[in-house]
């Protein structure tokens, strides 16, 4: 990500602005930035409605620090350095913001994860094209095994693409203290993301394919017919399972999965009856499932699914309670 406003006029506008006291016009000027300042709290967070105080916290402390902007640096840098700090405050006074042992060998879980709204994404082209290769769900995990501050500068160096004194000037620290932090993240990164390319830079495809829609339809098929036998086809045999924000749900095989599901009551009677809408979350195909109970006229929304599909099956699948956020998007009945 560059800054593509000319510094001159973006600085200048917003130091006209901050010396009329206009707060309607900083509103407006900062406003644009929201979208992007909200991603990048995410990758940092994992979690979309801390992202969304974030970046509410930004703008904050925007207006407090307003007299500070001097136009050294591009608006958009100096927003990306508050929302930094206001995410590295945040997770220094929380002690349930870090992976947890999920009770398999070598595996965690990141229960405060929760999906990211695509309709909330930024609009401009280029962030799209990079979006789903650090958005996806198995990236956001993945950044979460990092130390906060080594993960703000791998995301800035890494994701947004800042030079090392830039990253710097913004986190406080010395070049070498970034470059070597920026080492370390790329190791962790490298155990968490075996099979990924560590170029986040490089142009990615974010358009879900063919093989993908056909999965996500014949899953939701499988759920309406209460078809196991169909369901465990779509499955890969090493299927990795979290559903969250529960602990101790983690599966790493196809069987293990299932047979959860069936022993916590699932295609059941009482919880066999669901419809489903195909849709996405962070850029990654996803099925959002309705439930309707004997003594309910109505489909209510009960869980999301999202998939990671290699090879036409599903990989990966992380569920959300998907009750009471209406962030999600999703229409709450059927």
């Known amino acids: 990500m560059t800054d593509v406003r000319p510094l001159g006029a973006d600085a200048a506008s917003f130091i006209a602005v901050v010396r009329s006291g206009d707060t309607a016009g900083f509103a407006l000027i900062t406003e644009r930035h929201r979208r992007e300042l909200q991603v990048h709290c995410y990758r940092m967070l994992a979690n979309y409605q801390d992202a969304q105080d974030m970046t509410q916290e930004t703008f904050l402390r925007a207006w407090n620090k307003r007299e500070s902007f001097k136009g050294h640096s591009a608006l958009r840098t100096w927003l ?5 700090n206001a995410c590295l405050d945040f997770l220094a006074k929380r002690n349930d913001r870090t992976p947890v042992p999920s009770g398999l060998p070598d595996s965690s879980e990141v229960l405060y994860l929760q999906p990211y709204p695509d309709r909330m994404l930024p609009e401009d082209p280029q962030e799209s094209v990079v979006a789903r290769e650090t958005i996806e769900l198995a990236f956001i995990v993945a950044v979460q095994h990092l130390p906060p501050r080594q993960r703000a500068v791998f995301i800035l160096r ?48 974010h ?25 465990m086809s779509l499955l890969r045999d090493d299927l990795r399972f979290v559903m969250l924000p529960e602990a101790g749900t983690s599966a790493v095989t196809a069987k293990d999965a299932v047979d959860g599901w069936v022993s916590n009551g699932l295609f059941q009677p009482g919880y066999d009856d669901w419809h489903g809408i195909a ?56």
């Open 279 to 334: 849709t996405t979350v962070n850029r990654m195909p996803a099925a959002a499932l309705y439930l309707r109970t004997p003594d309910d006229p109505e489909y209510r929304l009960f869980t999301i699914a999202v998939l990671q599909i290699v090879d036409g099956k599903i990989a990966e699948l992380t569920g959300f309670d998907a009750t009471d956020k209406p962030w999600l998007d999703l229409p709450p009945t059927l």
């Open 158 to 205: 890494d994701v947004a693409g800042w030079p090392a004194s830039k990253a710097a000037d913004a986190l406080d620290l010395t070049i070498a203290s970034v470059t070597s932090a920026l080492q370390r993240a790329r190791v962790t990164m490298r155990e968490q993301l075996p099979d990924r390319r560590l170029d986040w830079r490089s142009p990615a495809a």
């Open 80 to 84: 990306y350095r508050i929302a930094t």
């Open 207 to 231: 358009e879900l394919s063919n093989d993908e829609r056909g999965v996500v339809k014949s899953y939701i098929d499988a759920h309406e017919r209460n078809d196991l036998d169909g369901l």
